[in-house]
């Protein structure tokens, strides 16, 4: 067959490079921290030890102000010979071509580089800084038809770099300089190093800690994070021929340790004496995976504030006098853990993302618990680790994974769903008994939490919660008093008042996770108010949105805080009002009154479904309940409970 010769001329090579790098760009970066991120990534696997990240900002003649104009990494790691450092501008090169560190897919210096700028220049050496090599990438040269990196030659440091660095040059190490920033979110460095510093502090905590805080003292892997790093981040102000260090915006990253364990962090530690937080009792859990015949580990810490971090008046809190006796949540150690909330994913000693989807609604004592999945590099499909690692894809599924809702028509049971997502081929099978760990480390931490006492904006709500045990004590007690008897009444007829409240200690503690202490004085409190009834939250797996439970002479109510209906009704239920305004109470109000009326409709429905004759005993079921309601409702709110019926 012949071939015309325009035919013949036309290329058919699989990439563009110039469409490539364009596409290229758009690589999903979640911020200009993340793009550096990968720069510090590649400085830690090179061995450097200080790293310091700059940013020049030149004044425009015609505004008089400073703009951000260049970004810029330099290390004390090994350097790279002709050959590597030519390479490392190659999409696709990499130079550590085992999963073992960091390192993914060699994507990071190209690919974060022109997903910020348009230029990106590197420097290398390994034998002194005066014999560095140099060579660059600029799209701008693509566009016009290049489509090999330069070859490198020696060019001294820009000497912006050498004045400003704090570290002497040693005998190797790298730097890498980003121009014509057109994608950079920042427009300043002297301003934004210092909100930079937590996301770095949070990724990297491992490398910057003492060595002896990085991991749980059973840890056995502590030599494979090496020596101790420093990060430093070092605004430049450039206008004309002369330069200035920002003396007083450098930053010193400090680790930022969403377990609170650590100490010498970002956190501001003035609430008394300790780590902010406590590990949760059998942390760390190992996991198994066995995943393409390998038998491989995932660890799980969990950790959740200490009592005095949360309430000024704790026998160990030592709070500021201008915070004392204020929401925890509004002090300085409080925002701070407000920016760490969720469950920290953490691979080769890195920190890949924070994922929130295991938070409670806007549920803000959340921020008072934390857990930390650090998985091997070999699990990086399973738990779906981007290119680019800033997400666990398959992960972030598992949040908000209930087997109910994957259950096809004929699957009736969790092992039905296990079975067929492993036919499927579906990662997240490997992942749900780590799930399961997550979820029950999470019930354990949220019960202590949420029975805390709250500190500020409450007094109405604690009155009026208290005016309704009152009311309902003393309808029960009329009831019992014309011969009703129920099930706590006949458990509070044997055994003594030390064997009864035993009973009520093991239902807080064990069933419902409460902190011994703070089940000792609800306790206590339900005494002192000679109440029937008590009133909790805790997380159960039950469908129902609430359980009741039968104790001598107490019967309990707890509400549950994985229903709906919890994130619907808990403003309602605990109404801080004080800084709110109108517009906010009424939308709260009105979402109260939809919940009620939601939950009518899902009775009625239960109700029509049922058969003809179990609907009427459910119809009989309703309207004893209403008779009971009327009475309760009955019951005159500035009565005292009759002390003479027992």
């Known amino acids: 067959m012949a071939v015309s010769r325009s035919e013949a001329q036309l290329s058919f090579s699989i990439m563009d490079p110039k469409m490539a790098v364009r596409a290229m760009r758009d690589s999903g970066y979640k911020s200009t921290t993340h793009a550096l991120a990968e720069l510090i990534d590649n400085s830690i696997e090179s061995h450097a030890t200080a790293i310091e990240v700059f940013g020049v900002s030149r004044r425009n003649d015609r505004t008089g102000r400073y703009t951000l104009t260049e970004l810029a990494v330099l290390d004390n790691g090994e350097g790279m010979d002709h050959d590597t450092l030519r390479g490392s501008l190659r999409y696709g090169q990499g130079t550590r071509r085992k999963r073992r560190g960091i390192g993914r897919f060699g994507l990071g210096l190209p690919n974060s580089s022109m997903s910020q700028s348009r230029r990106v220049d590197v420097w290398s050496w390994q034998s002194g800084a005066t014999n560095a090599l140099h060579t660059w990438l600029w799209l701008d040269e693509v566009e016009g038809g290049a489509s090999e990196i330069p070859e490198p030659t020696q060019q001294e440091i820009p000497r912006i770099y050498r004045d400003a660095s704090r570290n ?25 190093f210092r909100h930079t510093e937590p996301l770095i502090g949070r990724i990297y905590r491992r490398f910057l800690s003492r060595q002896s805080e990085r991991l749980h003292s059973d840890d056995p892997r502590g030599s494979e994070i090496g020596p101790r790093r420093t990060i430093t981040l070092i605004p430049i102000h450039e206008d004309g021929n002369l330069t200035e260090v920002q003396e007083s915006d450098i930053v010193d990253v400090r680790p930022n340790d969403p377990l609170y364990l650590m100490t010498g962090t970002s956190c501001p530690e003035i ?53 004392f006796g204020k929401d925890a949540g509004h002090t300085p150690w409080g925002k701070h853990a407000g920016h760490n909330m969720g469950v920290s994913l953490v691979r080769a000693h890195r920190e890949i993302q924070l994922d929130d989807s295991w938070i409670s609604g806007d549920d803000p004592r959340e921020r008072w618990w934390t857990v930390e999945v650090d998985f091997p590099t070999a699990l990086d499909e399973v738990f779906g680790v981007t290119n680019n690692k800033q997400n666990t894809r398959t992960f972030q599924r598992l949040g908000r994974y209930d087997w109910r809702r994957e259950a096809l028509p004929d699957e009736l049971s969790y092992g039905d769903v296990r079975r067929r997502m492993e036919a499927d081929g579906d990662h997240r099978v490997h992942l749900l008994d780590l799930r399961r760990q997550i979820e029950r480390a999470i019930s354990a931490m949220r019960p202590r939490i949420r029975q805390a006492r709250r500190r500020r904006g409450r007094r109405h709500a604690i009155d009026e919660g208290k005016k309704a045990d009152a009311k309902a004590t003393a309808a029960i007690k009329r009831r019992l008093h014309e011969g009703h008897t129920g099930k706590s009444d006949e458990a509070g007829e044997s055994g003594s008042d030390e064997e009864h409240r035993e009973a009520q200690v093991e239902s807080l503690t064990q069933k419902h996770h409460f902190d011994p202490t703070d089940a000792l004085k609800q306790i206590e409190e339900t005494i002192q108010a000679g109440n029937r009834v008590r009133w909790i939250q805790s997380e159960q797996s039950s469908p129902a949105f609430f359980d009741v439970e039968a104790l001598p002479n107490v019967l309990q109510v707890a509400l549950n805080t994985r229903h709906p209906v919890h994130s619907y009704l808990y403003d309602i239920m605990h109404p801080d009002v004080e800084d709110m305004e109108e517009e906010e109470i009424r939308q709260r109000l009105a979402q109260a009154a939809a919940a009620f009326r939601i939950l009518i409709y899902s009775w009625a429905r239960f109700e029509d479904e049922q058969p003809d004759k179990p609907r009427r005993g459910v119809r009989n079921a309703r309207w004893e309940w209403g008779k009971y309601a009327e009475e309760f409702f009955d019951e005159d709110d500035d009565s005292v409970p009759p002390t003479d019926l027992v």
């Open 168 to 192: 002497v040059f040693g005998d190797s190490g790298t730097l890498v300089v980003w121009t014509d920033l057109d994608r950079v979110e920042w427009k300043q460095a002297s301003t934004t």
């Open 271 to 323: 609430f008394g004496p300790g780590p902010m937080f406590t590990e949760l009792e059998g942390s760390p859990f190992l996991v198994p995976v066995v995943y393409q015949g390998q038998n491989l580990e995932v660890r799980v810490r969990a950790s959740f504030a200490r009592p005095h971090v949360r309430d000024s008046s704790a026998p160990e809190a030592l709070w500021p006098a201008e915070w």
